[in-house]
């Protein structure tokens, strides 16, 4: 059976998530169609999903807009898989610490937008993330840092003492951006292996 999987693709990095999702469903031996969505009516026939980084307050209201977002949170409440990277962490998030933006409510956490400084303050990290073996080669880019987590959310990586990666049920959220790397694992992590753990 092929999965289909959706990258929100309002903006961000999409082909670089595709990629990402084809070479993850490839190493666990799944066909996979990739969808780029970008208005309504595709996401329920989604069977995991990626929303990536850009902007929060745009990626945001091009949600509301279109009612993408919606369909986001249904497709949450389903229990199917969902991979939010960067500014698509904080728009999953319940509270973006921003009024401009209107966040999703899927992933019980405060946000704090560029925590870790602005475009020239990018850095690597070698993170040790719960469910992995090996270490994880982190991208973060004008990074958002988790400032408070809820009961129910598990903290899968720090970086200074600071939440960078987390997961709520079907939601895996990341502060940094794993498509930007050849490392296909957290892919894999937060949507295959958290598909087949829930069928």
Do not use: W
Request: charge should be negative; aromatic fraction near 4%.
């Amino acid at each position: 059976m092929t999965l289909t999987a959706g990258v929100v693709a309002v903006q961000g990095d999409v082909s670089e998530h595709a990629a990402a999702i084809e070479r993850a469903a490839d190493a666990v031996g799944e066909d996979v169609a990739i969808r780029e969505v970008r208005e309504a009516g595709l996401v329920p026939d989604c069977d995991v999903l990626a929303l990536p980084g850009g902007e929060s307050t745009t990626i945001s209201r091009l949600l509301a807009q279109s009612g993408i977002d919606e369909e986001i949170r249904e497709h949450v409440a389903a229990g199917k898989p969902v991979l939010a990277t960067c500014a698509g962490l904080i728009v999953a998030s319940t509270d973006a610490r921003d009024d401009r933006v209107d966040t999703l409510d899927v992933l019980d956490v405060s946000v704090e937008r560029n925590a870790f400084g602005r475009q020239k303050d990018s850095f690597e990290a070698s993170l040790s993330v719960d469910g992995l073996d090996e270490p994880y080669p982190a991208v973060f880019i004008r990074a958002p840092a988790i400032d408070e987590v809820d009961d129910g959310v598990e903290v899968l990586a720090t970086v200074e003492g600071r939440p960078v990666a987390v997961r709520e049920g079907p939601v895996v959220g990341l502060s940094f951006h794993p498509e930007l790397t050849n490392d296909d694992r957290l892919h894999r992590l937060a949507l295959f292996d958290a598909l087949a753990a829930a069928t």
